[in-house]
């Protein structure tokens, strides 16, 4: 299994909800992340995860609230987001931090707030 | 710290035709080097990767050359299909540890005419 997959592929949520994405990956990769992309822009990394432990923490809003339940498995809980968050939301994964090999992508959530 | 930087796009080719996209860097160390593609509405798909100076990543006719006397790895391709149609980020790893970061460049869009 060389994949990283995210779920759902679609989500429409409004501003009080509270609705959680979910990466899983098989690889043995022990560093995982989150990636927030708005439209014709490069990818923004939000966190990152290694050993199951977060050790990178972008200055993201506490609305964006980030989970690893174990090595195969990263969440990310959403709760009174702004139709400004609305944008692709990827994971990845790779070997360890600081790889040389780079990541691997997962095919994204494509959030819309309304 | 870190950036890469791409040429401005978008670029518009005929199908056969030559392709070169600029890119250079500014790292400290020895980062590894990588392109990515992204689709339409997919995620991001690492195309090739070099992690040493003359190294030359290749894959699906795409090249890349590690320039480190010129901080470049410009991507080309010999003649371009419509398939290619697509983004492609330039983008680098370096090593620092556990806060190591994948640094994107702006990314250029690609389209190709039949």
């Known amino acids: 299994d060389t994949e990283v997959t995210q779920t759902p592929k679609h989500l429409v949520m409004g501003m009080t909800n509270k609705k959680s994405l979910k990466c899983e990956q098989h690889?043995?990769?022990?560093?995982m992340y989150w990636y927030k992309q708005k439209a014709k822009k490069p990818p923004e990394l939000m966190f990152v995860?290694?050993?199951?432990?977060?050790?990178i923490n972008e200055s993201v809003p506490s609305r964006f609230s980030p989970e690893c339940p174990n090595s195969s498995l990263l969440n990310l809980h959403l709760h009174a987001l702004q139709p400004e968050d609305s944008a692709l939301y990827l994971c990845a994964s790779s070997q360890e931090t600081g790889t040389l090999w780079g990541y691997t992508f997962g095919s994204g959530t494509r959030l819309t707030v309304v | 710290g870190n950036s890469v930087t791409q040429m401005e796009g978008p670029v518009t080719l005929s199908e056969e035709a030559f392709l070169t996209i600029n890119c250079t860097y500014t790292a400290t160390g020895y980062p590894s080097l990588f392109w990515y593609v992204q689709y339409p509405g997919e995620g991001l798909q690492l195309l090739l990767k070099?992690?040493?100076?003359?190294d030359k990543g290749s894959n699906k006719g795409f090249e890349a050359t590690y320039r480190k006397e010129t901080t470049s790895f410009h991507l080309e391709k010999g003649s371009v299909q419509v398939s290619d149609s697509a983004v492609y980020f330039c983008?680098?790893?370096?090593?620092?540890?556990?806060?190591?970061?994948?640094?994107f460049g702006k990314g250029i869009t690609l389209s190709v005419r039949p």
């Open positions: 690889m043995g990769h022990r560093a």
């Open positions: 983008a680098l790893s370096a090593p620092t540890g556990a806060n190591s970061k994948l640094t």
């Open positions: 070099a992690t040493k100076a003359d």
């Open positions: 995860y290694s050993y199951e432990k977060l050790s």
